[in-house]
Protein backbone atom coordinates (compact mmCIF):
# COMPACT_ATOMS: atom_id res chain seq x y z
CA UNK A 1 0.00 0.00 0.00
CA UNK A 2 0.91 3.66 -1.00
CA UNK A 3 1.02 6.28 1.09
CA UNK A 4 -1.28 8.19 -2.05
CA UNK A 5 -4.03 5.24 -1.29
CA UNK A 6 -7.10 6.35 0.35
CA UNK A 7 -9.44 3.55 2.08
CA UNK A 8 -12.76 3.75 2.58
CA UNK A 9 -14.47 2.50 5.64
CA UNK A 10 -18.02 2.06 7.13
CA UNK A 11 -18.12 2.74 11.29
CA UNK A 12 -21.66 1.64 12.66
CA UNK A 13 -22.44 2.61 16.03
CA UNK A 14 -25.29 0.41 17.94
CA UNK A 15 -27.35 2.06 20.83
CA UNK A 16 -30.73 1.30 22.34
CA UNK A 17 -33.46 3.64 23.52
CA UNK A 18 -37.16 2.98 24.85
CA UNK A 19 -39.92 5.64 22.97
CA UNK A 20 -43.43 5.19 22.70
CA UNK A 21 -45.22 5.50 19.78
CA UNK A 22 -49.21 4.74 18.53
CA UNK A 23 -49.78 3.86 15.26
CA UNK A 24 -53.43 4.37 15.18
CA UNK A 25 -54.82 1.76 13.06
CA UNK A 26 -58.51 0.56 12.92
CA UNK A 27 -56.78 -3.50 11.70
CA UNK A 28 -54.77 -3.57 14.64
CA UNK A 29 -55.24 -4.11 18.44
CA UNK A 30 -54.82 -1.35 20.85
CA UNK A 31 -51.47 -3.75 22.25
CA UNK A 32 -50.13 -3.54 18.62
CA UNK A 33 -51.12 -0.11 18.02
CA UNK A 34 -49.07 0.77 21.54
CA UNK A 35 -45.64 0.05 20.23
CA UNK A 36 -42.01 0.42 22.19
CA UNK A 37 -38.67 0.95 19.55
CA UNK A 38 -35.37 -0.51 20.55
CA UNK A 39 -31.98 -0.74 18.59
CA UNK A 40 -31.09 1.35 15.73
CA UNK A 41 -27.75 1.42 14.16
CA UNK A 42 -25.99 4.60 12.79
CA UNK A 43 -23.48 4.00 10.05
CA UNK A 44 -20.97 6.20 9.03
CA UNK A 45 -19.12 6.13 5.27
CA UNK A 46 -15.68 7.97 4.87
CA UNK A 47 -12.10 7.93 4.52
CA UNK A 48 -9.88 6.19 6.34
CA UNK A 49 -7.79 8.65 7.92
CA UNK A 50 -3.74 8.21 7.29
CA UNK A 51 -2.51 10.10 10.57
CA UNK A 52 -5.59 8.39 13.30
CA UNK A 53 -6.60 5.25 11.39
CA UNK A 54 -10.10 6.27 11.97
CA UNK A 55 -13.35 7.32 9.65
CA UNK A 56 -14.97 9.17 12.81
CA UNK A 57 -14.04 9.81 16.01
CA UNK A 58 -16.04 7.50 17.56
CA UNK A 59 -16.61 10.02 20.80
CA UNK A 60 -17.59 12.63 18.45
CA UNK A 61 -20.22 9.96 16.83
CA UNK A 62 -21.37 8.74 20.34
CA UNK A 63 -21.91 12.80 21.47
CA UNK A 64 -23.66 13.51 18.22
CA UNK A 65 -26.11 9.99 18.91
CA UNK A 66 -27.01 11.75 22.52
CA UNK A 67 -28.12 14.91 21.12
CA UNK A 68 -30.00 13.94 18.00
CA UNK A 69 -31.13 10.86 19.06
CA UNK A 70 -31.57 10.34 22.89
CA UNK A 71 -32.23 13.45 23.97
CA UNK A 72 -35.40 14.27 22.05
CA UNK A 73 -36.34 10.03 21.64
CA UNK A 74 -34.97 7.92 25.13
CA UNK A 75 -38.44 7.57 27.30
CA UNK A 76 -40.27 9.63 25.20
CA UNK A 77 -43.54 9.22 23.66
CA UNK A 78 -43.16 10.09 20.03
CA UNK A 79 -46.36 10.94 19.06
CA UNK A 80 -47.13 13.66 22.23
CA UNK A 81 -43.16 15.01 23.09
CA UNK A 82 -41.39 14.97 19.23
CA UNK A 83 -43.19 17.97 17.31
CA UNK A 84 -42.14 15.96 14.24
CA UNK A 85 -44.89 13.67 14.88
CA UNK A 86 -47.48 15.65 15.56
CA UNK A 87 -48.40 15.89 11.55
CA UNK A 88 -47.81 12.44 10.45
CA UNK A 89 -47.66 8.72 11.91
CA UNK A 90 -44.86 7.51 13.79
CA UNK A 91 -44.34 5.24 11.93
CA UNK A 92 -40.32 2.68 12.02
CA UNK A 93 -40.31 4.45 8.27
CA UNK A 94 -40.69 7.92 9.74
CA UNK A 95 -39.18 7.82 12.84
CA UNK A 96 -35.91 6.70 10.51
CA UNK A 97 -36.64 9.87 8.15
CA UNK A 98 -36.63 11.74 11.88
CA UNK A 99 -33.17 10.20 12.95
CA UNK A 100 -31.77 10.95 9.41
CA UNK A 101 -32.63 14.52 9.71
CA UNK A 102 -31.74 15.12 12.89
CA UNK A 103 -28.20 13.36 12.96
CA UNK A 104 -27.20 14.86 9.86
CA UNK A 105 -28.11 18.43 11.41
CA UNK A 106 -25.93 17.44 14.64
CA UNK A 107 -22.73 15.66 13.13
CA UNK A 108 -19.89 17.76 12.74
CA UNK A 109 -19.04 18.70 9.13
CA UNK A 110 -16.44 16.81 7.19
CA UNK A 111 -14.73 16.87 3.98
CA UNK A 112 -13.73 12.73 4.55
CA UNK A 113 -17.42 11.38 6.32
CA UNK A 114 -20.91 11.69 5.72
CA UNK A 115 -23.57 10.31 7.55
CA UNK A 116 -24.51 6.41 5.35
CA UNK A 117 -27.12 4.57 6.72
CA UNK A 118 -29.68 4.13 9.81
CA UNK A 119 -31.51 0.72 10.86
CA UNK A 120 -34.34 0.72 12.94
CA UNK A 121 -35.24 -2.61 14.72
CA UNK A 122 -39.02 -2.60 15.31
CA UNK A 123 -38.49 -6.22 16.30
CA UNK A 124 -36.79 -9.20 16.11
CA UNK A 125 -37.69 -9.97 12.62
CA UNK A 126 -38.73 -6.14 11.47
CA UNK A 127 -35.53 -4.02 10.40
CA UNK A 128 -36.28 -0.23 8.76
CA UNK A 129 -33.10 0.72 6.96
CA UNK A 130 -32.94 4.20 5.77
CA UNK A 131 -30.64 6.28 3.64
CA UNK A 132 -31.48 9.44 2.99
CA UNK A 133 -33.11 8.43 -0.36
Request: aromatic share 8%; hydrophobic share 35%.
Amino acid sequence: MTSATIRTGYVTRIEHFSAAHRLNSIHLSPTENQVLFGKFEVTIKGQINPQSGMVINITDLKKTLQIAVMEPCDHRNLDVDVPFFHSQPSTTENLAVFLWENIKQHLPLSKTYELHEIKLYETDKNVVTYRGE
